[in-house]
């Protein structure tokens, strides 16, 4: 039984869309969330830049003294997740792995799509990870990089959102996914705009659910529960204090978002 709390990170907004699913299924545990807004969009980044950006989160989280750290974030599990692995002894999870068990698992004409930032794109980690499970699933993937900018604007409702998912998408459609894995943490902030723009007879996965699933089974065979019986609380950690964050945070969580707190990440 461990009663620390668990880490979680993105780039910025994103992990909230994870973090939601952690106090859904992990209810009493205690959260840390840091959101590296001085340095969002992580898409179009270097890997090694994305290192460098996600042994600076992971040093800040086990500061806070955490069990446990979730990479919340589609871009920095691709580039960053295997070397974390080797630089830290905490345990880490990822969301790409969750994200393709579970396009596997679900489609039924074996035509997947992925979308992603460029980074995430461009390391082929989905392609792979869906491959290992099913080598005759047809990928198809792309990058939609405006996607970000727009969640982090605080548009994601808005026409211009509609528009760009358009852009995105319609070839996918017209290339038969039966699926589509929302592959940036991001991106379910866009569902209702995504799901219109590509239609009900495609379905959105959205990994951080399983991933959730995932961090439960890591910490029951860990035996690193809570003991505690109450509902778990959440500190907020930012690198740059914007409005937007408190704004799109409250209204995505539908709850307050208390005590928001600037840490100065490069110091890392
Ligand atoms: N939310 C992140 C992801 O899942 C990062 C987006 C970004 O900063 O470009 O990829």
């Not at 080598?135 to 990058?143: L, S």
Request: hydrophobic share 40%; aromatic share 8%.
């Amino acid at each position: 039984m461990d009663n620390r709390p668990i880490g979680v990170f993105d780039s910025g907004l994103g992990g909230l869309t994870v973090l939601k699913e952690i106090n859904k299924y992990l209810e009493n545990e205690d959260t840390i969330y840091f959101g590296d807004t001085a340095r969002v969009p992580y898409g179009p980044r270097s890997k090694e830049t994305i290192i460098k950006y996600t042994f600076q989160a992971i040093n800040f989280l086990i500061t806070k003294n955490v069990k446990a750290i979730v990479i919340a974030c589609n871009t920095a599990t691709a580039r960053a997740l295997s070397e974390a692995r080797i630089q830290f002894t905490i345990p880490i999870v990822g969301v790409i792995e969750p994200g393709a068990k579970t396009a596997s698992e679900y489609t039924k004409n074996n035509i997947v799509g992925v979308i992603g930032t460029a980074g995430t794109i461009s390391s082929k980690a989905y392609v792979k990870a869906i491959n290992r499970r099913n080598p005759d699933i047809k990928v198809i993937a792309k990058a939609c990089p405006l996607f970000v900018p727009l969640v982090e604007e605080g548009w994601a409702n808005k026409e211009i959102s509609s528009v760009a998912a358009h852009m995105y998408l319609d070839e996918l459609v017209e290339q038969g996914v039966d699926s589509i894995v929302l592959g940036c943490t991001h991106y379910p902030i866009l569902k209702r705009t995504i799901g219109e723009a590509v239609g009900m007879d495609v379905k959105l996965i959205n990994p951080a659910k399983e991933t959730a699933l995932y961090l439960k089974k890591i910490l029951e065979e860990n035996n690193m529960e809570t003991q505690s019986t109450i509902k778990g609380k959440c500190q907020y950690y930012v690198s740059d204090i914007n409005e937007q964050f408190e704004e799109v945070a409250s209204e995505f969580l539908k709850r307050e978002i208390e005590g928001l707190k600037k840490v100065e990440i490069h110091k890392y």
